[in-house]
């Protein structure tokens, strides 16, 4: 799948060192996927779940969430937000238009 942007990994990991592994193994499990469905989806990653027309990830225990958009008939996935738990618990995300 073609993922748009990797940058916003990046940034992230840049501040929170410890999500750096994770988030590349994510990404490059992502890459390689030929995802057609939340179900095949969550045969990788169990925890995923759909919210509104967003996918969440845990990464790392629960210690951080990666929010993207899956279109799955383009095979593309948008990196929406990564945030941290407490950001995550605040709700801001949900005012994403992609939401």
């Known amino acids: 799948m073609r993922i748009i942007t990797r940058a916003r990994l990046r940034q992230f990991w840049e501040k929170h060192a410890d999500a750096e592994d994770v988030l590349r193994l994510w990404y490059q499990r992502a890459n390689q996927a030929s995802w057609q469905n ?42 929406r937000h990564v945030l941290t738990h407490e950001e995550y618990s605040k709700n801001h995300w949900k005012k994403d238009d992609w939401y």
């Open 38 to 79: 939340i179900l095949e989806v969550q045969r990788v990653y169990p925890a995923a779940e759909i919210a509104g027309r967003l996918t969440i990830f845990d990464i790392k225990g629960h210690s951080y969430r990666l929010i993207v958009r899956i279109e799955y008939e383009r095979r593309e996935i948008y990196i």
